[in-house]
């Protein structure tokens, strides 16, 4: 980590330059946020042209790198604001207005949406800044959106789990938020991530271009692991709808004691497979559909149902197992074992 010193640079707020350089934004006027600014705060953060102020204890509290600054002495003749030292730093006024509420504000707590936006605002400078407590809470709202586990997976398909991300379901959202994760190794979110990649492949590969920006380029190691995980996605999707055609073939298959007439199931699984491209690989990714998501059953005798859910429960546990792996990721484990 770079010394505090050279992080935090204490200036003369006259002289501070802007974040880019330009003459433009140096000679624009100083403004204060009218979102971060606490009458009884004791420190006027500046990012760019825009002032924030707020409480020393609680950055100290939050980050060694701000504790670590307000232990050296206050030189004289520092600029103040009202009363309050100024603090300039050379990060976005965004970022920094995201990273101080986050510290005080219960709307940014785990239980209420935010966009995305937000959380790479928070990431990035809980990283820059130190801040463990700010990533976990920001990690909490990533494993909410993309699960590490089948039953997050399940509980945000049924609704039961709420966005934690008001706009992840845009591709902008998706993609910004892989390029963010493989930046600080934030890996655990990668296969439901890379999952969801897999029904917006044409979109995925203009997001690898190079001109596309920094914060939402995709990089070309998840899209060659995309493309190869999806291509073993439905080729796998397609050998379990075999397999329960098999069983439900008579008088060989799996249930014996089928109540439709004739081969009823069986001609119904098979026919309908066909008009839902069950037997073709290359169409939409399905392995980790919940039962309830396959209109076929409904064309089941009952004894039927219950063998073809039980083997679609199995197909999706296994699918759910491998999936980190599928995209060559390694496993759960190794991803969930990770220190980041």
């Given at each position: 980590m770079?010394?505090?010193?050279?992080?935090?640079?204490k200036r003369r707020r006259e002289d501070s330059g802007p974040i880019d350089g330009s003459e433009a934004e140096h000679s624009a006027p100083i403004t204060r946020?009218?979102?971060?600014?606490?009458?009884?705060?004791n420190i006027v953060i500046q990012a760019g042209r825009v002032q924030f102020r707020f409480y020393k204890g609680i950055l100290a509290r939050s980050s060694t790198p701000?504790?670590?600054?307000?232990?050296?002495?206050?030189?004289?003749?520092?600029?103040?604001?009202?009363?309050?030292?100024?603090?300039?730093?050379?990060?976005?006024?965004?970022?920094i207005e995201v990273m101080l509420q986050s510290l005080v504000d219960d709307s940014y707590d785990t239980r209420f949406p935010v966009s995305y936006k937000t959380v790479c605002s928070t990431i990035r400078m809980a990283h820059k800044y130190d801040m463990p407590t700010l990533r976990s809470k920001a990690i909490a709202r990533l494993t909410m959106?993309?699960?590490?586990?089948?039953?997050?997976?399940?509980?945000?398909?049924?609704?039961?789990?709420?966005?934690?991300?008001?706009?992840?379901?845009?591709?902008d959202a998706l993609f910004a938020l892989i390029s963010l994760a493989h930046r600080y190794e934030i890996r655990r979110?990668?296969?439901?991530?890379?999952?969801?990649?897999?029904?917006?492949?044409?979109?995925?590969?203009?997001?690898?271009?190079?001109?596309v920006d920094i914060e939402k380029r995709v990089p070309f190691s998840a899209l060659e692991s995309c493309f190869k995980g999806r291509d073993i996605l439905l080729e796998s999707h397609v050998e379990a709808n075999y397999s329960i055609l098999e069983g439900l073939a008579r008088p060989q298959g799996n249930v014996p004691d089928c109540m439709?007439?004739?081969?009823?199931?069986?001609?119904?699984?098979?026919?309908?497979?066909?008009?839902?491209g069950l037997w073709k690989s290359g169409r939409e990714v399905k392995g980790l559909d919940m039962w309830e998501q396959w209109p076929l059953v409904l064309h089941l005798c009952e004894t039927c149902r219950h063998y073809t859910e039980e083997c679609l429960t199995h197909s999706r546990e296994r699918t759910w197992e491998n999936l980190p792996q599928y995209f060559d990721l390694g496993t759960w484990d190794d991803l969930k074992n990770r220190n980041y």
């Open positions: 770079e010394p505090s010193q050279e992080r935090l640079e946020s009218t979102t971060v600014w606490y009458k009884d705060g701000f504790s670590d600054l307000f232990e050296l002495p206050q030189p004289a003749g520092e600029p103040e604001v009202e009363d309050c030292p100024v603090l300039v730093i050379h990060d976005q006024p965004e970022d959106e993309f699960p590490d586990t089948l039953e997050g997976w399940d509980a945000r398909a049924k609704g039961g789990g709420y966005a934690r991300i008001g706009d992840v379901e845009t591709t979110i990668l296969p439901a991530a890379y999952y969801k990649c897999c029904s917006k492949m044409p979109e995925l590969l203009k997001a690898a271009e190079p001109t439709s007439r004739s081969d009823s199931c069986y001609t119904s699984w098979r026919n309908h497979g066909h008009e839902e």
